[in-house]
Structures are given as structure tokens and as C-alpha cells.
């Protein structure tokens, strides 16, 4: 069994929040320059050139590549060999990312909870955190921070107006309801259980 300090896992996510905010793939740059090379259209040169110069001034300042840094999705694989020790993974992850945020001066804009918390925390945490145990006594981690705008992927439900579909948070402890507002032009959510 490989024991490993959470606190190298702070310290890996930390650094890793911040690099993937500031680099680019070399495959990414290696393309872009190829289409560079293959562009007919000056505004579509002047486009790519302006990406390559953006890549070029994040890395070396240490800045972001983009201002919208978006929430931090962070991958890891496990092996089933590993055991942490000193505190919780998680926990660990979302220091990781608290540092990562500060320290790289980059956008905080996760809130703690839309329904209930909806305040930004102010550290871009909690991170999502993906785990995959695979064979083996080694720690792969990888860390994507995803934007609101082009990379806001969601779905969409419609509701019928005259449903009213009481759901729960994470925790179980309070009730919400979802109503359509009496001008019949949105829909409210309604807390049912004081104490939330």
C-alpha cells in the first residue's frame, strides 16, 4: 500500500489550477499555427494570430488565457494500491483550487449553492471532483476549468404549467417548490420548510 500526504495533493492541484488557466496544449498551439499557415481570409489570419499572441502573454506573464477562468472540474485516477493520509481528498482537492484561484489571481465565480447559498464563495471552490480507481499504486490528476459560455453545456426540462414538482436539496432537509407565477410569464421557486 503507497500511502500519500493529502497535503502533495493540495500542492499538485494548486499548481495544475493555475497552469491550466495560463497554458496551452502544444498540440492546440501546433494546430492553431498549422491553420495559420492553411488561412486564406486576412480576418481569419488576424483572428489566429491574435490566439497565438493571447497564448503567447498568458504563459509568460502568468496570466489567464481567458477572464472567464469557470468553475474547476477536476479528474482523478486512482490507484487501488493508494491510500491518503492526513485529511480528507476532497477537502484537500478544494484547498488545491482555494490556493490555485488566489495566488494566480484568477476569476472566483462559483457560488456555494444556487438554491439555498446562492453567495460566491470567493476561492472558486467546491471543485467537481471525478474519481476513477484503476489497477496500480498511482495518482493521475487532471484539471479542466470550464467556462460559462461556450462550454456551458446543460439541458433543459419543460415543465407544464399546471405541474407543481416538490424537490429536495442534496441534504434532504428542505422542500422546494416550483410554481408558475400568477402572469403566467415564469416560474418561481417556492421554499416549503422553514429552517433552510
Same mark, same amino acid.
Given at each position: 500500500m503507497?500511502? $500519500? ?5 493540495t500542492q499538485?492541484?494548486?499548481?495544475l489550477?493555475?497552469?491550466a488557466c ?6 492546440l498551439k501546433?494546430?492553431?499555427?498549422t ?7 486576412p480576418?481569419?489570419k488576424a483572428v489566429?494570430k ?5 497564448m503567447e502573454i498568458a504563459?509568460?506573464?502568468k496570466i489567464?488565457? *481567458? ?10 485516477? $486512482? &490507484?487501488?494500491e493508494?491510500?491518503?493520509v492526513g485529511g480528507?481528498?476532497k477537502?484537500?482537492?478544494?484547498e &488545491? ?6 495566488? &494566480?489571481f ?6 456555494k449553492?444556487?438554491i ?11 471543485a467537481?471532483l471525478h474519481?476513477d480507481?484503476v489497477?496500480?499504486d498511482?495518482?493521475?490528476i487532471?484539471?479542466f476549468?470550464k467556462?460559462? &459560455?461556450s ?14 414538482q416538490?424537490?429536495r436539496?442534496?441534504s434532504?432537509?428542505c422542500e422546494y417548490s416550483?410554481q408558475?407565477?400568477p402572469?403566467?410569464d ?7 420548510k422553514?429552517? *433552510?
Amino acid at each position: 500500500m503507497r500511502k $500519500i500526504e493529502v497535503a502533495e495533493i493540495t500542492q499538485v492541484v494548486r499548481e495544475l489550477s493555475i497552469k491550466a488557466c495560463t497554458e496551452v496544449n502544444e498540440d492546440l498551439k501546433n494546430k492553431i499555427e498549422t491553420s495559420l499557415q492553411e488561412e486564406e481570409s486576412p480576418v481569419g489570419k488576424a483572428v489566429l494570430k491574435q490566439l497565438l499572441k493571447n497564448m503567447e502573454i498568458a504563459e509568460t506573464e502568468k496570466i489567464p488565457i *481567458c477572464q472567464d477562468t469557470g468553475f474547476t472540474v477536476v479528474f482523478m485516477e $486512482i &490507484g487501488q494500491e493508494v491510500l491518503f493520509v492526513g485529511g480528507s481528498l476532497k477537502e484537500a482537492v478544494d484547498e &488545491g483550487v482555494r490556493q490555485g484561484y488566489t495566488d &494566480g489571481f484568477l476569476r472566483k465565480s462559483i457560488i456555494k449553492d444556487p438554491i439555498t447559498n446562492p453567495v460566491n464563495t470567493g476561492d472558486n471552490t467546491p471543485a467537481i471532483l471525478h474519481t476513477d480507481i484503476v489497477p496500480g499504486d498511482k495518482v493521475k490528476i487532471q484539471i479542466f476549468p470550464k467556462g460559462g &459560455g461556450s462550454e456551458n453545456m446543460s439541458k433543459i426540462k419543460m415543465m407544464k404549467p399546471s405541474i407543481s414538482q416538490t424537490y429536495r436539496n442534496l441534504s434532504g432537509s428542505c422542500e422546494y417548490s416550483v410554481q408558475r407565477s400568477p402572469n403566467q410569464d415564469n416560474y418561481s421557486v417556492i421554499r416549503r420548510k422553514n429552517g *433552510c
